[in-house]
């Protein structure tokens, strides 16, 4: 009866022990409703073999030759996952019998309540496997000041960031422009055509409904001379595509003695598909393009 | 004929530019309404209250302009532009939405924060609401960060973002609670100050597995207005709560307990 209390006991302390674990903290945190009821644990990631880790008794004598003799990549693989749990700090050598790989399989072992004999079983190399595999954030070592990290640091890390950004859309653009110039040309040519039909018909009219208002506002009429100019904006992929906001410029007069109109169409457009969702606004009108770009979810490849 | 020419060009222009000139004949300008003092925007941003409703330099500007990152649990940061009648709207608009940009681009990547994407967009420019009210923050938010060090070395940061129900320093005592990036709830808590920057807080998550008290101070400034809240748990295991930082930058400045 008293040794069963006592064994009540240990559970009780090791579970408590164990509910404040910080990988127990961050399973919880990616998953807060498998832990709302604040009692037991979620399961962490099955540890073939060593679950609980509560050393199962001793029936044989524990294998800790397969694993030494496992194939290297298996046996690089373990120093691995200890280096994840900062466990080692050694070479990825496949040596996992050298000084300090024995000592951080024993620092391991000591922290899930297992024999620290420096040296796995096969389910414990599993489980060490599983318990890399589940840590999503490194240890972070104790600061030996809390000073907080110099500002200069951190614009400095900033900015690089910023140029690599900078960089990664510059490549994302230069892919783009071929189908971006392509997709202006083709507008271009449309646009041309529905100023001579006095913005009446062709492809246009139906694919950016606010665009007769806006044409016919121009006063441009109807024009087989309208000189046409146009610069992509912006493009990128959108959540029903891609997305194309294009710059127009419409001038009737050949010399450009009279102003020339601005106007932004902005489209998404799929494999097969022509342009959809148009839309067309003043140049003037950062708000309202901004408010399109928003509602397509444009990821810019552009700008 | 010289003069009847000139004035058909003048009346021509005028009437043929007024549709691209104007963004209040915007297709997509929408009547979300005119901004108010005690909307919830201003009153979580002070500064900028003052600056919209108060300083007599810009709440006269002819021009102004707020952009925020949305949608709203993004919105930790704001960029509001003032300037007279030699900046246009347009210019004002898009130095707001610059302004934003480049400061959310400063702090870092907020990914490991938000599971969704945090975009700057104008939400207020001369006195309008360009986008919905009820898309607009109500409360506070900000990115949030948990330092917890267990008692065999094992230390957990746990990322999301933070929502608090009122103003630091304006109300005693202040409930939060911190979501996972996937808008799951895991943790509330209070933040009590004792008049001023500083105060104490308490936390809970998961149901109290994890439950921590200590004490919290507001800092403003560089790298971002946030606060930092050090505590520990029953067992004297220590716990830091960052709010108002992305997980990099507050791994950065507390994440060595």
Redesign the interface.
């Known amino acids: 009866m008293r040794a069963l209390a006592v064994t009540a006991l240990l559970v009780v302390i090791a579970g408590q022990?164990a509910?404040?674990?910080?990988?127990?903290?961050?399973r919880?945190?990616?998953?807060?409703?498998a832990?709302?009821?604040?009692?037991a644990?979620p399961a962490p990631a099955p540890p073939p073999g060593t679950g609980g880790v509560a050393a199962a008794p001793a029936a044989r004598a524990p294998d800790h030759t397969s694993v030494l003799q496992a194939p290297e990549a298996e046996r690089r693989k373990l120093q691995e996952s200890l280096k994840a749990l900062d466990k080692y700090a050694g070479p990825i050598d496949g040596n996992l019998q050298s000084d300090a790989s024995t000592k951080g399989i024993a620092d391991w072992q000591k922290?899930k309540g297992l024999p620290p004999t420096g040296k796995l079983t096969p389910e414990e190399a599993r489980a060490l496997n599983a318990d890399a595999a589940n840590a999503p954030?490194k240890?972070?070592?104790?600061?030996p000041a809390?000073a907080?990290?110099p500002?200069v640091s951190?614009?400095a890390?900033?900015l690089d960031?910023?140029k690599a950004?900078e960089a990664k859309r510059a490549e994302r653009r230069k892919v783009a422009e071929p189908k971006a110039q392509a997709a202006l040309d083709l507008l271009l040519a449309d646009m041309k055509k529905y100023a001579a039909s006095g913005g009446a018909d062709g492809p246009l009219a139906g694919e950016f409904k606010?665009l007769k208002?806006?044409y016919a506002?121009?006063?441009?009429g109807r024009s087989s001379t309208l000189r046409v100019s146009g610069t992509t904006e912006d493009y990128g992929a959108s959540k029903s595509g891609v997305a194309h906001v294009v710059e127009l410029r419409l001038a009737a007069d050949p010399d450009a003695k009279k102003?020339a109109?601005?106007?932004v169409l902005a489209w998404n457009s799929a494999a097969a598909a022509g342009r959809k969702d148009g839309?067309?606004?003043?140049?003037?009108?950062?708000?309202?393009?901004?408010?399109?770009k928003?509602s397509q979810?444009l990821?810019s490849d552009w700008r | 004929m010289a003069l009847r020419r000139l004035l058909l060009s003048v009346l021509?222009?005028v009437?043929?530019?007024?549709?691209?000139?104007?963004?209040a004949?915007?297709?997509?300008?929408s009547p979300h309404g005119n901004v108010e003092r005690r909307d919830p925007l201003f009153l979580r941003y002070a500064e900028m209250y003052d600056r919209y409703f108060e300083q007599t330099e810009t709440m006269v500007a002819a021009n102004k302009a707020i952009a925020i990152p949305?949608p709203r649990q993004c919105a930790f940061i704001y960029a509001d532009e003032y300037a007279r009648n030699q900046v246009?709207?347009?210019e004002v608009?898009?130095l707001a939405?610059g302004r934003c940009q480049r400061r959310l681009?400063?702090?870092?990547?907020i990914g490991e924060n938000y599971g969704f994407?945090c975009?700057c967009?104008?939400v207020v420019?001369n006195d309008r609401y360009?986008?919905p009210r009820s898309s607009l923050p109500d409360e506070a938010y900000g990115p949030a960060s948990?330092?917890?060090?267990?008692?065999?070395?094992?230390?957990?940061?746990?990322n999301?973002y933070a929502r608090y129900g009122a103003l630091i320093g304006r109300n005693r005592s202040v409930t939060f609670t911190v979501n996972?990036p996937r808008s799951?709830?895991?943790c509330d808590g209070t933040l009590t100050t004792g008049g001023g920057a500083s105060g104490e807080f308490s936390l809970s998550?998961?149901?109290?597995?994890?439950a921590a008290r200590g004490t919290f101070q507001s800092k403003t400034g560089?790298?971002n207005d946030h606060i930092v809240a050090r505590g520990q748990?029953q067992?004297n295991?220590p716990v830091v709560l960052v709010i108002g930082l992305p997980s990099q930058?507050a791994?950065?400045?507390?994440?060595?307990?």
């Open positions: 022990a509910a404040q674990s910080a990988g127990d903290m961050e919880c945190f990616r998953d807060p409703r832990c709302a009821g604040g009692g644990a922290g954030i240890r972070i070592e104790p600061a809390p907080p990290a500002a951190t614009a890390a900033n960031a910023l950004a606010d208002a806006l506002a121009t006063g441009l102003p109109y601005c106007v839309a067309a606004v003043p140049c003037g009108d950062v708000a309202g393009l901004e408010t399109w928003t979810g990821r | 021509f222009a009437v043929a530019g007024a549709p691209f000139a104007a963004p004949q915007s297709p997509f300008a949305m246009s709207e347009r608009q898009e939405l681009q400063e702090l870092g990547p994407e975009r967009q104008l420019s360009l986008v948990i330092f917890f060090r267990d008692d065999r070395g094992g230390m957990a940061r746990l999301g996972n799951e709830q895991a998550c998961f149901g109290g597995r994890l560089q790298p748990t067992r295991l930058l791994a950065g400045h507390y994440g060595g307990i």
